[in-house]
């Protein structure tokens, strides 16, 4: 198993893909984490979809974790591509054969390669959550913010809670783009579905009948990353969102297993 | 201790209401080199993957090194192979593509280098693999394959994109490696490469063994040819008459007559063409090689 693990880390470090991502994730994080400071005041809102989040709320201990939070959809979006491009691209490159003839076992394969990129996930959120808090630390003074209870115990707790939150979440899109690339065997074609799907599907379908979010697994995942909305609780989203991603797993886990390797 | 590096027994692969492999049975005995053939088709990669774990036969038996193909953990660590062409992470180095595999099976990552030298790609290993040409891709491929220090090296068409220099040298390191010990099965359209190799020789059709032993055995079961040349291209005709009046098969072909006969027949020709007035240039009784044994053997039936 660790033999896998050190394999696929070998590939997921690769310049273009470990820079390039944790790139996007840096400028992102600084960018979510700074509108919501520097917008403070504008009319059109701060935070996504057009919220605004005022001084009070970025002044408590929760204040700091505030745009690390709205950068876990987006987060969670770079592990479901990520993902699905690693394990996809077996497929297309013919490489599975070559894995496979070296570890037979296609079990400590899957996991291997689970493992491996729920590293490089967490390396993600850290770096995430480090620029985020940085950005928000220094920018707060500017937009009169104070950052007294950010450090106090109660805001350490915010910080972790917060991050554990998002991991979860994190993971749980990486999964289901997992699932998506074993299924679908292409790297294009699973990334599309997924993110057509989260970002468009879902979207539409709420807006037809906002019941229904309350059953879609993005809108699980994405209320997870901020331990759950006005609509959607965080015990019901972690109940939801698990079911879609241990169901998915499962499916795609057997199909692995059993699916000749003819290409 | 078994003396066979691959035996199969009723191995079958059936793919919806086609069968690709059909019922094939063969053994290929430990530190031969032996040539897989077939045309396209005809279920050599099929064969490949099956004995690799890669997909589950329909029916049938295989022992790989002893063990049994259901169970590929416990024979693949003493295995190398090439299945399809070479494949590999286009983003990553030739070099990084090997020890992403001396990685995952467990081997010495010093072995990365000294394979790369070996098959000449010593001082392209830091170069990325989409830059490659397809002889490097190939040569990578080998170098992959070698990498556990095998005990039976499985190579599909390992020769292809390679220059006459570097098909010699593949020749030259197949063969260096079966005087090693290690059992070579090997597929390969260049028929006359794998006739200097070969010990051993499994031949397939529409998914079915039409000959598997050793070559030797496969030529000695072929008709000679005899070929017989005039001064005067007419004669050619009245020889052709000669030949199939005694009863052989004879066709016209390269401003010669090739006559299915036997060799002590070619003193008799001799004489009927002397009689008929036909100064011959050239009569040469000839074995076929392996390419005419293969287009005898799987052309339609």
Known sequence: ?263 | MTNTAISVQDLSKKYDDRLAVSHINFEVPLGTVCGFVGPNGSGKTTTMRMLLGLITPTTGQGQILGEPIEHPEKYLSRVGAMIEGPAFYPALSGQENLMVLAKLGGFPIERVQILLEKVGLGDRGKSKYKTYSLGMKQRLGIAAALLPEPKLLMLDEPTNGLDPEGIQEVRALLRDLANDGTTVFVSSHLLSELEIISDHIVMLRKGEVVFAGPIGDLMAQQQPTIIAKSLDHADLVKILDIAVKAGHHAVIRNDSVHILAAMDWAPQLNKAAFAAGITLAQLAPQLPNLEETFFEMTGDK
């Not at chain 1, 050190?6 to 991502?21: A, I, N, V, Y």
């Not at chain 1, 879902?202 to 006005?230: C, D, F, R």
Request: glycine letters at 10%; proline letters at 2%.
């Open chain 1, 1 to 263: 198993m660790i033999n896998v693990v050190k394999s696929e880390l070998r590939k997921l470090r690769r310049p273009s893909l470990f820079l390039g991502t944790m790139g996007a994730v840096v400028f992102f994080s600084a960018l979510f984490s700074a509108l919501l400071f520097l917008l403070i005041d504008s009319e059109q809102g701060n935070s996504d979809r057009g919220r605004t989040v005022g001084r009070e709320v970025l002044g408590l201990a929760t204040g700091g974790v505030q745009g690390f939070s709205s950068t876990g959809g987006f987060l969670g979006i770079i592990a479901l591509c990520v993902f699905a491009a690693q394990t996809a691209q077996e497929y297309t490159y013919g490489t599975l054969r070559n894995l496979l003839i070296r570890q037979p076992s296609r079990m400590k394969i899957l996991v291997g390669k689970l493992i491996s990129m729920k590293i490089f996930a967490l390396v993600m959120i850290l770096l995430s959550v480090i620029t985020s808090l940085a950005t928000s630390f220094i920018l707060a003074p500017g937009a009169k913010v104070s950052t007294d209870l950010w450090f106090t115990s109660t805001g350490i707790e915010a910080i972790v809670t917060s991050f554990i939150n998002v991991t979860i979440s994190v993971i749980g899109f990486g999964i289901v783009g997992m699932v998506l690339g074993l299924l679908l065997r292409s790297p294009i074609s699973a990334i599309s579905f997924g993110v057509l799907w989260l970002l468009i599907v879902e979207n539409l379908l709420i807006a037809v009948k906002s019941s229904l979010q309350n059953w879609l697994p993005g809108a699980q995942l994405t209320a997870i990353t901020s331990g759950g909305t006005p609509d959607i609780t965080y015990s019901h989203a972690l109940t939801v969102g698990g079911i879609y991603v241990g169901i998915g797993a499962l499916a795609a886990s057997i199909l692995f297993l059993r699916r000749d390797v003819a290409n």
